[in-house]
C-alpha cells in the first residue's frame, strides 16, 4: 500500500496496532476458531491466520493443478475453457494458450456423439451437482482420444453457478482393449456356430453350460433350455449308455475319450469326441449315420457279387491298345464258368478269352465305345480255359473319379449259350414266315431284335439289316414303357395280347394287334419271343370315327329333349318379361328386374343353340347363299370384335358357286372361328378367310364317313397364330373341351361349328402345328339356283298386327297361352288347340281359318309339317307357321323345308314380323 500524505502515517500506524491487538483477542477468545469478521453491511474479513492457511491450500492445489497425471479443466457458465492444466493440454494435443477462451465442445468427436450435452443441462437446471460419462475428443493431430470425464458445478457463495470442473482420463488403452476382446469373442462364437458338428460344453458337474445348433437339433430341445440342465437326462448319455460311460471316462481321465453309438429315438449314428477342459468337458458329435450306410451297403454289395451267378469282371482304364486293360477283380462265377483262378487272371487281359471264332466286328465295336468313355452292350463267344465255347452277353460301364476321368471299367456278363443256339434254330424256321403278311418278330427278353419278317419291312419301313441287333423300341418307335411291360408280362405268364401303338418309319403312327408268345429253351428258360403284329390303324379310324358320331348322337338327344322343354320355359319367361319391361316405368326397380330377367333368358337361349348346334338338333333354315357376299357384310363386325392387332386379309374366290346354308348360323361359325383365331394371336396377327369352289370325290367321302360325294364351297378360316399339339388338336371338336382357363370359354365353339356343318350336309376340317398357325376349313353344301336375294330391312313404329284368324297349335299350355295372347293383342283372332287331332276337328268344324301357327314336335303321333300337310288338304289356301326348340329329324324334311320357321323361344316382335310374313306370303 502507498500512502500518499505524511501526516496520515501515525493514525494508521495506530489503527494496524489496534487491527491486530483486536485480532490477538479475538484468538484467545475464540480458542483460534473463527477465520472471518462479518461487518454489519456484510462484508467479510479475514483473520490473519485464515489468510495464511488460505495462501497455503491454494498453492497445494495449484501444485495439484500443475502435476496431476489426469487432466483438470475448467469452463465459466457458458462453457468457455478457464484453465486446463498441462496433462490435459498433453492429451488433446493442444498448448494452454490454443485452449483459453474456445468452448469445449468444439474439441468433440462428431463421430462419437455423447451424453455429456444433455447432462450439463440438467446441471445447468440444478437437476444434478454433476456427473461421470465417457467421450471422445478430436486431438489436434486429427486424432481421437477416448476418456472418462468427471464433471462438478461450481458454485459461488449464493449457490449460483459460476462455471464446470471436469477431471479428465484417458481411457484409449482400456477402449482398445475392449474392442479387440469383443472382435475376438465375435469370432469364436462366428467359429462356433460355423462348426457343422453338434457341439456342446459341459461343468464339473455335468451341466450344459453352451449348446450349439446342430447339438440342440440332435437333442430336440432349445439351446436356452438345455443349458443348465444335466446331459445324463438326455436320452441314450445316461450313465450305463455309450456316451455317457464315455463323459465319465473323459473325466474321470482327463484325456480325450470317444466312441460311435446310435442316438436313441432319432435313427441317427453318431461319433462322438470328450475334450477335457479347464470348467468341464467339450464334446463334439459328428453325424455318422452316412458312412456306417455306405459301410453296410458295401458289405452287401460284396456279398452279392461273390455270390451273383453272373460273371463280374473289373479292369484298368487303359491301355485299350494291345495288350489291353489289366483285370483287377473278378467273382467267384468268373473262376467256376472259365476254369481259371483269380490268381491266374489278375494283372492280365481279358483278351485271354477271346478264340479264332469271336467275331472282330464286334470287338471294333466294343472298343470304339470304350474309347469315347461310353458304356457297352454286346455279345460275344468266349473260350474257357479246356478251349470250350461259350457265348456271353455283356454290358461294360465305366467308372469315374469325381473328375470326370475313366479309371475302371466293370464288365458283368451272363451266359447265352443255350440262348443262342435257340436263336439259330429259330433264325432257320423264320424263312418260312417271309411271304406272312402280318409283322413277324424275334427278339430276346433284352428287347434286341434277331428276326424282322418281309411284312415287319412293310408295316414299319425298315429294313431288316437295319434293326437286326437293334433295341425294339427303336424300330417299332413305340412307348418303352409300354414294349417294357409287355416283355414282362410275356416272360411271367409265357404269352401276351394287346393293342399298342407304333410309329411308321416316315412318322405315320400306328396301331397294331399284338400278339407275343414265349419260346422257352429245352431247360425251360426264356428262349426268345416271337411277336406277331397285324395293322389295325384304319380299322380303329373308322371305329372311332363311328364312336364320335354316336357319343354325339346320345349327347343330341340327350340335349334335344331337354331343350325342347327348356325352349319352351324360356319362350313364356322371355315373353313374360319382355312385356313387364314395357308395362313398367323406366326408372322403375321392377323394371330393372325384368330387364335382368330378359338378359338372362337371352344367355340361357344363347346357351341352349349352341347346344343344339353341336348335336345337330338346331332348328335351320337353309337357303341359297352367295357366301362372297355374306363375308363382305362381315368385314366390318369382325374389325369392332377382333381389334386393330389383327389383320384381316379377305380372298374371295371369283365365280364361287352358292351354298345351301343357313345364313346367320354360318355367320356365327366365321365368327367362333375367327374370335377362337384372335385368341390364338395374343399379341396380333394374320387372319385370312378364304372361298373357294371343291369337289369332294367318293374316297375322300368313304373316309371321312357321313359325307356325300360331289361340289361343296370351300370357307377357310387360317390364323398365324400359336397351333395346337397333336394331342389338342385330336379333341378340337369334342364339345365342352377347352385349353382356355375357366370363365374364358365353355367348349363349345368349334364343337357347334362341327355340328351345324354335319347337320347341314357338310363337312369340317381342321389342320394345325405348333408355332405354326391354325387352318379350318368348312365345306358348305352347293345349291341348285342361283342365290335368294336378300330381303330390305322395314322400320316400323312396332309390331304389326291384323284381324286374319289364327289357329295356335302348341302342347305345351303356359306356350300355348303365352302365343296366344301375343296374337289377340295383336289383333287377330286366335283358336287355341293342345295337339294335332284336335286341331283337325277344330279345321273340319270350321273353315275360316287363314293361319296354322304350330309347334313342330307335338304329342299323339303327328308331327306339326305333318299337321300342316292335313291341314291344306282341308284348307288348301290356309296358310303355315312352325315353330320349334329343336330339328327332331323328321321323317319329311323336304316338306318341313318349304314352310316359314320361328325359333323358340321367339320375342313378341319376332313373332308379330313372322306371322304378318306367313299371311302375307302367297298361298
Given at each position: 500500500?502507498?500512502?500518499?500524505?505524511?501526516?496520515?502515517?501515525?493514525?494508521?500506524?495506530?489503527?494496524?496496532?489496534?487491527?491486530?491487538?483486536?485480532?490477538?483477542?479475538?484468538?484467545?477468545?475464540?480458542?483460534?476458531?473463527?477465520?472471518?469478521?462479518?461487518?454489519?453491511?456484510?462484508?467479510?474479513?479475514?483473520?490473519?491466520?485464515?489468510?495464511?492457511?488460505?495462501?497455503?491450500?491454494?498453492?497445494?492445489?495449484?501444485?495439484?493443478?500443475?502435476?496431476?497425471?489426469?487432466?483438470?479443466?475448467?469452463?465459466?457458465?457458458?462453457?468457455?475453457?478457464?484453465?486446463?492444466?498441462?496433462?490435459?493440454?498433453?492429451?488433446?494435443?493442444?498448448?494452454?494458450?490454443?485452449?483459453?477462451?474456445?468452448?469445449?465442445?468444439?474439441?468433440?468427436?462428431?463421430?462419437?456423439?455423447?451424453?455429456?450435452?444433455?447432462?450439463?443441462?440438467?446441471?445447468?437446471?440444478?437437476?444434478?451437482?454433476?456427473?461421470?460419462?465417457?467421450?471422445?475428443?478430436?486431438?489436434?493431430?486429427?486424432?481421437?482420444?477416448?476418456?472418462?470425464?468427471?464433471?462438478?458445478?461450481?458454485?459461488?457463495?449464493?449457490?449460483?453457478?459460476?462455471?464446470?470442473?471436469?477431471?479428465?482420463?484417458?481411457?484409449?488403452?482400456?477402449?482398445?482393449?475392449?474392442?479387440?476382446?469383443?472382435?475376438?469373442?465375435?469370432?469364436?462364437?462366428?467359429?462356433?456356430?460355423?462348426?457343422?458338428?453338434?457341439?456342446?460344453?459341459?461343468?464339473?458337474?455335468?451341466?450344459?453350460?453352451?449348446?450349439?445348433?446342430?447339438?440342440?437339433?440332435?437333442?430336440?430341445?432349445?439351446?436356452?433350455?438345455?443349458?443348465?440342465?444335466?446331459?445324463?437326462?438326455?436320452?441314450?448319455?445316461?450313465?450305463?449308455?455309450?456316451?455317457?460311460?464315455?463323459?465319465?471316462?473323459?473325466?474321470?481321465?482327463?484325456?480325450?475319450?470317444?466312441?460311435?453309438?446310435?442316438?436313441?429315438?432319432?435313427?441317427?449314428?453318431?461319433?462322438?469326441?470328450?475334450?477335457?477342459?479347464?470348467?468341464?468337458?467339450?464334446?463334439?458329435?459328428?453325424?455318422?449315420?452316412?458312412?456306417?450306410?455306405?459301410?453296410?451297403?458295401?458289405?452287401?454289395?460284396?456279398?452279392?457279387?461273390?455270390?451273383?451267378?453272373?460273371?463280374?469282371?473289373?479292369?484298368?482304364?487303359?491301355?485299350?491298345?494291345?495288350?489291353?486293360?489289366?483285370?483287377?477283380?473278378?467273382?467267384?462265377?468268373?473262376?467256376?464258368?472259365?476254369?481259371?483262378?483269380?490268381?491266374?487272371?489278375?494283372?492280365?487281359?481279358?483278351?485271354?478269352?477271346?478264340?479264332?471264332?469271336?467275331?472282330?466286328?464286334?470287338?471294333?465295336?466294343?472298343?470304339?465305345?470304350?474309347?469315347?468313355?461310353?458304356?457297352?452292350?454286346?455279345?460275344?463267344?468266349?473260350?474257357?480255359?479246356?478251349?470250350?465255347?461259350?457265348?456271353?452277353?455283356?454290358?461294360?460301364?465305366?467308372?469315374?473319379?469325381?473328375?470326370?476321368?475313366?479309371?475302371?471299367?466293370?464288365?458283368?456278363?451272363r451266359e447265352i449259350t443255350e440262348r443262342r443256339r435257340y436263336q439259330t434254330q429259330l433264325e432257320q424256321q423264320a424263312a418260312l414266315l417271309e411271304q406272312v403278311q402280318d409283322a413277324i418278330?424275334?427278339?430276346?427278353?433284352?428287347?434286341?431284335?434277331?428276326?424282322?419278317?418281309?411284312?415287319?419291312?412293310?408295316?414299319?419301313?425298315?429294313?431288316?439289316?437295319?434293326?437286326?441287333?437293334?433295341?425294339?423300341?427303336?424300330?417299332?418307335?413305340?412307348?418303352?414303357?409300354?414294349?417294357?411291360?409287355?416283355?414282362?408280362?410275356?416272360?411271367?405268364?409265357?404269352?401276351?395280347?394287346?393293342?399298342?401303338?407304333?410309329?411308321?418309319?416316315?412318322?405315320?403312327?400306328?396301331?397294331?394287334?399284338?400278339?407275343?408268345?414265349?419260346?422257352?429253351?429245352?431247360?425251360?428258360?426264356?428262349?426268345?419271343?416271337?411277336?406277331?403284329?397285324?395293322?389295325?390303324?384304319?380299322?380303329?379310324?373308322?371305329?372311332?370315327?363311328?364312336?364320335?358320331?354316336?357319343?354325339?348322337?346320345?349327347?343330341?338327344?340327350?340335349?334335344?329333349?331337354?331343350?325342347?322343354?327348356?325352349?319352351?320355359?324360356?319362350?313364356?319367361?322371355?315373353?313374360?318379361?319382355?312385356?313387364?319391361?314395357?308395362?313398367?316405368?323406366?326408372?322403375?326397380?321392377?323394371?330393372?328386374?325384368?330387364?335382368?330377367?330378359?338378359?338372362?333368358?337371352?344367355?340361357?337361349?344363347?346357351?341352349?343353340?349352341?347346344?343344339?348346334?353341336?348335336?345337330?338338333?338346331?332348328?335351320?333354315?337353309?337357303?341359297?347363299?352367295?357366301?362372297?357376299?355374306?363375308?363382305?357384310?362381315?368385314?366390318?363386325?369382325?374389325?369392332?370384335?377382333?381389334?386393330?392387332?389383327?389383320?384381316?386379309?379377305?380372298?374371295?374366290?371369283?365365280?364361287?358357286?352358292?351354298?345351301?346354308?343357313?345364313?346367320?348360323?354360318?355367320?356365327?361359325?366365321?365368327?367362333?372361328?375367327?374370335?377362337?383365331?384372335?385368341?390364338?394371336?395374343?399379341?396380333?396377327?394374320?387372319?385370312?378367310?378364304?372361298?373357294?369352289?371343291?369337289?369332294?370325290?367318293?374316297?375322300?367321302?368313304?373316309?371321312?364317313?357321313?359325307?356325300?360325294?360331289?361340289?361343296?364351297?370351300?370357307?377357310?378360316?387360317?390364323?398365324?397364330?400359336?397351333?395346337?399339339?397333336?394331342?389338342?388338336?385330336?379333341?378340337?371338336?369334342?364339345?365342352?373341351?377347352?385349353?382356355?382357363?375357366?370363365?374364358?370359354?365353355?367348349?363349345?365353339?368349334?364343337?357347334?361349328?362341327?355340328?351345324?356343318?354335319?347337320?347341314?350336309?357338310?363337312?369340317?376340317?381342321?389342320?394345325?402345328?405348333?408355332?405354326?398357325?391354325?387352318?379350318?376349313?368348312?365345306?358348305?353344301?352347293?345349291?341348285?339356283?342361283?342365290?335368294?336375294?336378300?330381303?330390305?330391312?322395314?322400320?316400323?313404329?312396332?309390331?304389326?298386327?291384323?284381324?286374319?284368324?289364327?289357329?295356335?297349335?302348341?302342347?305345351?299350355?303356359?306356350?300355348?297361352?303365352?302365343?296366344?295372347?301375343?296374337?289377340?293383342?295383336?289383333?287377330?283372332?286366335?283358336?287355341?288347340?293342345?295337339?294335332?287331332?284336335?286341331?283337325?276337328?277344330?279345321?273340319?268344324?270350321?273353315?275360316?281359318?287363314?293361319?296354322?301357327?304350330?309347334?313342330?314336335?307335338?304329342?299323339?303321333?303327328?308331327?306339326?309339317?305333318?299337321?300342316?300337310?292335313?291341314?291344306?288338304?282341308?284348307?288348301?289356301?290356309?296358310?303355315?307357321?312352325?315353330?320349334?326348340?329343336?330339328?327332331?329329324?323328321?321323317?319329311?324334311?323336304?316338306?318341313?323345308?318349304?314352310?316359314?320357321?320361328?325359333?323358340?323361344?321367339?320375342?313378341?316382335?319376332?313373332?308379330?314380323?313372322?306371322?304378318?310374313?306367313?299371311?302375307?306370303?302367297?298361298?
Open positions: 500500500m502507498t500512502l500518499r500524505q505524511a501526516d496520515q502515517e501515525p493514525e494508521l500506524l495506530a489503527l494496524i496496532g489496534t487491527l491486530h491487538a483486536t485480532q490477538r483477542r479475538l484468538v484467545e477468545l475464540t480458542g483460534g476458531q473463527v477465520d472471518a469478521l462479518i461487518d454489519p453491511s456484510g462484508q467479510r474479513h479475514l483473520l490473519p491466520v485464515a489468510q495464511e492457511n488460505m495462501l497455503r491450500v491454494a498453492g497445494t492445489l495449484q501444485n495439484i493443478f500443475r502435476n496431476a497425471a489426469v487432466g483438470i479443466v475448467s469452463t465459466d457458465e457458458e462453457h468457455r475453457i478457464r484453465e486446463a492444466n498441462p496433462a490435459f493440454c498433453t492429451m488433446i494435443g493442444y498448448p494452454a494458450e490454443a485452449l483459453l477462451g474456445r468452448h469445449i465442445a468444439e474439441f468433440d468427436d462428431p463421430a462419437e456423439p455423447s451424453d455429456c450435452a444433455a447432462l450439463v443441462r440438467e446441471i445447468k437446471l440444478g437437476l444434478r451437482q454433476g456427473f461421470v460419462s465417457e467421450k471422445r475428443f478430436r486431438t489436434g493431430a486429427g486424432m481421437h482420444v477416448w476418456t472418462r470425464v468427471s464433471v462438478s458445478a461450481l458454485l459461488d457463495g449464493t449457490g449460483a453457478l459460476q462455471g464446470l470442473v471436469a477431471i479428465v482420463e484417458d481411457i484409449s488403452g482400456r477402449k482398445a482393449a475392449e474392442a479387440a476382446n469383443q472382435q475376438l469373442t465375435a469370432r469364436l462364437a462366428a467359429t462356433i456356430a460355423s462348426i457343422s458338428d453338434a457341439f456342446f460344453t459341459l461343468d464339473a458337474a455335468g451341466r450344459f453350460t453352451h449348446v450349439n445348433d446342430r447339438a440342440a437339433l440332435a437333442f430336440g430341445l432349445s439351446a436356452a433350455a438345455l443349458v443348465g440342465t444335466p446331459v445324463g437326462a438326455r436320452p441314450g448319455f445316461g450313465s450305463s449308455d455309450p456316451f455317457g460311460r464315455t463323459l465319465r471316462d473323459a473325466a474321470a481321465r482327463r484325456s480325450l475319450q470317444f466312441c460311435e453309438a446310435a442316438l436313441p429315438g432319432s435313427g441317427l449314428w453318431l461319433e462322438m469326441r470328450a475334450y477335457p477342459a479347464a470348467e468341464g468337458l467339450t464334446v463334439v458329435l459328428h453325424d455318422i449315420t452316412e458312412r456306417r450306410r455306405r459301410a453296410e451297403w458295401q458289405r452287401l454289395l460284396e456279398a452279392c457279387i461273390a455270390q451273383l451267378n453272373h460273371i463280374v469282371l473289373i479292369t484298368e482304364a487303359g491301355p485299350l491298345a494291345e495288350p489291353g486293360p489289366r483285370i483287377v477283380f473278378v467273382n467267384d462265377a468268373f473262376e467256376r464258368r472259365t476254369g481259371y483262378a483269380r490268381a491266374e487272371v489278375l494283372g492280365r487281359s481279358p483278351r485271354l478269352l477271346q478264340g479264332p471264332k469271336t467275331r472282330r466286328s464286334e470287338l471294333d465295336r466294343i472298343r470304339t465305345a470304350l474309347e469315347a468313355g461310353d458304356p457297352v452292350k454286346a455279345e460275344l463267344l468266349n473260350y474257357t480255359k479246356s478251349g470250350e465255347e461259350f457265348w456271353i452277353e455283356m454290358e461294360i460301364v465305366p467308372m469315374r473319379a469325381a473328375c470326370g476321368r475313366v479309371t475302371h471299367w466293370v464288365a458283368v456278363e418278330i424275334v427278339h430276346g427278353a433284352d428287347r434286341r431284335i434277331r428276326y424282322w419278317n418281309r411284312g415287319a419291312q412293310r408295316l414299319y419301313g425298315w429294313e431288316a439289316e437295319e434293326v437286326l441287333g437293334e433295341p425294339l423300341p427303336a424300330a417299332l418307335g413305340g412307348a418303352e414303357a409300354a414294349l417294357c411291360e409287355a416283355v414282362e408280362a410275356v416272360l411271367s405268364a409265357g404269352s401276351w395280347t394287346g393293342q399298342q401303338q407304333h410309329r411308321h418309319r416316315g412318322g405315320q403312327p400306328l396301331v397294331v394287334e399284338a400278339s407275343w408268345t414265349l419260346v422257352r429253351q429245352e431247360d425251360g428258360a426264356p428262349g426268345a419271343i416271337l411277336s406277331v403284329h397285324t395293322d389295325v390303324t384304319q380299322r380303329l379310324e373308322l371305329e372311332q370315327k363311328l364312336r364320335q358320331a354316336q357319343r354325339l348322337e346320345a349327347v343330341g338327344q340327350l340335349t334335344g329333349g331337354v331343350a325342347h322343354d327348356f325352349n319352351n320355359l324360356l319362350t313364356v319367361i322371355l315373353g313374360n318379361a319382355e312385356m313387364m319391361v314395357e308395362g313398367l316405368e323406366p326408372a322403375s326397380e321392377l323394371r330393372q328386374m325384368a330387364e335382368m330377367s330378359m338378359a338372362a333368358a337371352g344367355r340361357a337361349a344363347a346357351l341352349t343353340s349352341r347346344l343344339l348346334a353341336f348335336s345337330r338338333r338346331q332348328a335351320l333354315d337353309p337357303r341359297a347363299v352367295d357366301v362372297n357376299a355374306l363375308l363382305a357384310g362381315l368385314v366390318q363386325m369382325l374389325e369392332r370384335t377382333l381389334g386393330e392387332q389383327v389383320q384381316i386379309v379377305i380372298r374371295p374366290a371369283p365365280d364361287l358357286h352358292v351354298a345351301l346354308i343357313d345364313a346367320p348360323q354360318l355367320e356365327t361359325a366365321v365368327l367362333n372361328l375367327c374370335i377362337n383365331a384372335r385368341d390364338a394371336m395374343p399379341e396380333g396377327g394374320r387372319l385370312t378367310i378364304e372361298t373357294a369352289n371343291a369337289r369332294l370325290d367318293a374316297d375322300y367321302a368313304r373316309h371321312e364317313g357321313e359325307l356325300a360325294p360331289g361340289d361343296y364351297v370351300m370357307v377357310q378360316v387360317s390364323d398365324s397364330g400359336s397351333g395346337m399339339p397333336p394331342e389338342i388338336l385330336a379333341r378340337a371338336f369334342e364339345p365342352f373341351f377347352t385349353t382356355k382357363e375357366v370363365g374364358q370359354g365353355s367348349g363349345l365353339g368349334l364343337s357347334t361349328v362341327y355340328g351345324f356343318l354335319k347337320q347341314s350336309g357338310g363337312h369340317v376340317t381342321i389342320h394345325s402345328q405348333p408355332a405354326g398357325g391354325t387352318r379350318v376349313r368348312m365345306y358348305l353344301p352347293r345349291a341348285q339356283g342361283p342365290a335368294a336375294r336378300p330381303e330390305p330391312a322395314r322400320r316400323l313404329a312396332g309390331p304389326r298386327g291384323g284381324t286374319e284368324r289364327v289357329l295356335v297349335v302348341e302342347d305345351d299350355g303356359a306356350v300355348r297361352d303365352y302365343a296366344g295372347s301375343l296374337l289377340r293383342e295383336l289383333g287377330y283372332r286366335v283358336t287355341e288347340a293342345g295337339d294335332a287331332a284336335e286341331a283337325l276337328r277344330i279345321l273340319r268344324a270350321d273353315a275360316g281359318f287363314d293361319l296354322l301357327f304350330t309347334d313342330i314336335v307335338m304329342p299323339g303321333g303327328r308331327s306339326g309339317p305333318q299337321l300342316a300337310a292335313l291341314a291344306r288338304q282341308l284348307q288348301p289356301r290356309l296358310r303355315v307357321l312352325l315353330t320349334s326348340g329343336y330339328d327332331e329329324r323328321l321323317p319329311e324334311p323336304d316338306a318341313a323345308l318349304a314352310l316359314p320357321l320361328i325359333n323358340k323361344p321367339y320375342r313378341r316382335h319376332q313373332l308379330a314380323e313372322k306371322v304378318r310374313e306367313a299371311l302375307d306370303a302367297t298361298p
